[in-house]
């Protein structure tokens, strides 16, 4: 005897992504007209940081909208995004009283909303959520794309699951009390964003990468919205990443490594940086871009403040054993995405976008960095 248990789906994940200024009250009023369907219990994942800058100020509107909402809250930093963090949340929210018939409205940076949508899609079998980012680098990747994820000591972002938003507000005001560092780290994105998509992007940072930094409103929704247009572009072509979008893996491989080998000293746009370094220093010797375009992209990113050498502190041997554990690694080999020129990829075959590279090659390169 056997059953064929036939489970096609169409899948509608569609979702709007909102960018201006203090969304607080649009968000509220979102989940009021049904963004969450009939959903009356909200629980409100944060960190220690933004809680009072900006996830109290929600909970309170929502319980004024008349709404159950809770505040759950992680310690700041990386080091937050892991299996027991996640499971701190859960437990907290189970002893809240929480069900199957609640919501996550995700507050924070990156490791906020990679870790609540990671929580959203398993609590109850998956309950819907919504990101507010809080931080540029949100903006710039983390929040949009529907990849959710948590670290682990072996390598980062490996466990996880796709879930898509309802939706995701870009509060571009909150850029304002982001430690200048963390403004950098979200520029590193989405330098990458042009440097792989979007030369127009990547010229007027060129022009304008200080107006980021003294927190300019029409260059800092400038940014947001191409950063957005690219990975947009990128991920609805692919959303399971089977091949485009690893594009958006640029400089992350070398990145990654030096990531977790920092013990999370460095900040993921900075490591990024000098990912990307990498990735133009190679990409150089292999013919993709110029000399002087692989200048133009490491002085970029000298000039959004970021590094783009290898620190001291990284042993060189250490760090070549620690690529093997990117995500694109097949068979063994490591694999590159390598930007052509600026503003373009490297396409290697039909759907094909990341390169076999020889362990010696790339060595020599983070040897000369
Ligand atoms: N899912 C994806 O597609 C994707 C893409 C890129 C990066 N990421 C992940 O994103 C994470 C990094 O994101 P991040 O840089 O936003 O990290 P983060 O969430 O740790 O935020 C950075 C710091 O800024 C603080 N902060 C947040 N908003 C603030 C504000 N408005 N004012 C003052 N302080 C504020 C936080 O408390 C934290 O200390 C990494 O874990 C990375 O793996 C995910």
Redesign the pocket.
């Known amino acids: 005897m056997k059953f064929n248990v036939e489970l096609k789906r169409v899948v509608d994940d569609s979702y709007d992504i909102e960018i201006s200024g203090a969304l607080q009250d649009k968000c509220v009023g979102d989940i009021e007209n049904g963004l969450f369907g009939s959903v009356r219990r909200i629980a409100v994942v944060t960190?220690?940081?933004?809680l009072d800058?900006?996830a109290e100020g929600i909970r309170a509107r929502l319980e004024n909208a008349g709404f159950e909402a809770k505040l759950f809250t992680i310690p700041?930093?990386?080091e937050?995004?892991t299996r027991e963090m996640k499971e701190f949340v859960e437990d907290s929210m189970l002893a809240a009283g929480f069900r199957r018939d609640c919501a996550v409205l995700a507050v924070?940076?990156?490791?906020?909303?990679?870790l609540a949508?990671f929580v959203a899609g398993t609590y109850g079998r998956g309950v819907p959520f919504a990101n507010y980012?809080?931080?540029?680098?949100?903006a710039?990747?983390?929040?949009?794309?529907?990849?959710?994820?948590v670290?682990t000591p072996l390598a980062?972002?490996l466990i996880?699951i796709f879930n898509q938003p309802k939706k995701v507000y870009i509060?571009i005001d909150?850029?304002?009390?982001?430690?200048i560092e963390?403004v950098a780290?979200?520029l590193s994105?989405t330098i990458k964003h042009g440097c792989l998509g979007d030369l127009e992007l990547f010229e007027y940072l060129e022009k304008n990468v200080d107006k980021i930094f003294a927190g300019d409103r029409a260059a800092c929704e400038y940014i947001a919205e191409h950063n957005c247009a690219v990975k947009y572009k990128v991920v609805m072509l692919d959303e399971r990443e089977s091949g485009l979008r690893e594009t958006?893996n640029l400089g992350h491989t070398v990145g990654r490594a030096i990531?977790t080998l920092s013990g999370y000293r460095l900040?993921?746009?900075e490591a990024v940086a000098i990912g990307m370094a990498a990735q133009v220093r190679l990409g150089n010797k292999l013919g993709y871009i110029s000399q002087e375009n692989m200048q133009r992209v490491i002085d970029l990113y000298k000039a959004a403040r970021l590094p783009v050498g290898i620190p001291d502190y990284i042993n060189r041997a250490e760090l070549v054993k620690k690529l093997y554990t990117d995500k694109k690694v097949r068979n063994g080999k490591l694999r590159f995405v390598f930007q052509k020129e600026i503003g373009e990829v490297m396409q290697f075959g039909e759907n094909v976008y990341a390169k076999p590279i020889a362990e010696e090659e790339i060595a020599a390169v983070l040897d000369e960095m």
């Open positions: 960190d220690s940081n933004v800058l900006y700041a930093g990386e937050s995004k924070g940076g990156g490791v906020v909303t990679d949508g980012a809080t931080t540029l680098l949100a710039a990747d983390a929040s949009v794309g529907g990849k959710t994820a670290d980062t972002n996880g509060d909150a850029w304002k009390t982001l430690p963390q780290s979200g994105e958006l990531e900040l993921h746009g």
